[in-house]
């Protein structure tokens, strides 16, 4: 195994979470998930994006903060790989998207301040998933402050996301998850496993499920 620090992203509703349980079980490797459901913002937000925004952007930045620095601090014996279900840079990403041009040089700033210590990922791994797709995933999963979205801000997440890997070089695999289902098919996840033993230079990768 090449990578020991592996992060998942995606739109929301991209099936992250999914993804990074079965890899975390698959790999015996040490999971981290995004705790969304304890900010406190989150639903405010989605009622009145302009007022909640910021707040919401800053809580996110520091819950991701305070889990990706226990990663420096602990050291697992018995699990040398470990999972995230987001990159730490998706602060910027979506605080990009929804907060002010003044609000955002701001955030910026505390950004860079608090990023320099994190350990980066060896591999990131983002689903690509068409927003008609998200919204369907989005109604499944049923949560009440989600059903709403509209279809433009889900578009401007995937073009901030695609723009940030191809403009930085990440050493990316991307998969178009249109038909991905990783929990029932096989043949998916081991399409995934077997790519992951492949020792990938930067840039972006090209992953088709069968």
């Given at each position: 195994?090449?990578?020991?620090?592996?992060?998942i992203?995606?739109?929301?509703?991209?099936?992250?979470?999914?993804?990074?349980?079965?890899?975390?079980?698959?790999?015996?490797?040490?999971?981290?998930?995004?705790?969304?459901?304890?900010?406190?913002?989150?639903?405010r937000?989605?009622?009145?994006?302009?007022?909640?925004?910021?707040?919401?952007?800053?809580f996110?930045?520091?819950e991701?903060?305070?889990?990706?620095?226990?990663?420096i601090?602990?050291?697992?014996?018995?699990?040398?790989?470990?999972?995230?279900?987001?990159?730490?840079?998706?602060?910027?990403?979506?605080?990009?998207?929804?907060l002010?041009?003044?609000?955002?040089?701001?955030?910026?700033?505390?950004?860079?301040i608090?990023?320099?210590?994190l350990?980066?990922?060896?591999l990131?791994i983002y689903?690509?998933?068409p927003?008609?797709?998200l919204?369907?995933?989005?109604?499944?999963?049923?949560r009440?402050?989600?059903?709403?979205?509209?279809?433009?801000?889900?578009?401007?997440?995937?073009?901030?996301?695609?723009?940030?890997?191809?403009?930085?070089n990440?050493?990316?695999?991307?998969?178009?998850?249109?038909?991905?289902?990783f929990?029932?098919?096989?043949?998916h996840?081991?399409?995934?496993?077997?790519?992951?033993?492949?020792?990938?230079?930067?840039?972006?990768h090209?992953?088709?499920?069968?």
């Amino acid at each position: 195994m090449n990578y020991h620090f592996i992060a998942i992203e995606g739109n929301i509703g991209a099936g992250k979470t999914t993804l990074a349980h079965l890899l975390s079980k698959h790999l015996n490797a040490r999971i981290i998930l995004e705790e969304f459901a304890d900010n406190p913002f989150l639903p405010r937000f989605y009622e009145n994006p302009q007022q909640y925004a910021f707040p919401l952007e800053l809580f996110f930045m520091a819950e991701r903060y305070k889990q990706l620095k226990e990663l420096i601090h602990t050291k697992d014996l018995f699990q040398n790989v470990t999972v995230a279900d987001y990159l730490f840079t998706k602060c910027l990403l979506f605080a990009k998207v929804n907060l002010t041009e003044d609000e955002f040089r701001l955030y910026h700033k505390l950004f860079d301040i608090i990023r320099q210590p994190l350990i980066q990922p060896d591999l990131l791994i983002y689903l690509h998933v068409p927003v008609q797709k998200l919204q369907k995933n989005i109604r499944k999963r049923n949560r009440p402050y989600e059903l709403n979205i509209p279809d433009e801000y889900l578009f401007r997440i995937q073009e901030t996301y695609t723009h940030y890997i191809k403009q930085h070089n990440l050493k990316t695999l991307f998969i178009d998850a249109t038909n991905a289902d990783f929990l029932s098919n096989e043949k998916h996840l081991r399409a995934l496993l077997d790519a992951l033993e492949m020792d990938f230079e930067d840039g972006q990768h090209f992953l088709a499920l069968p």
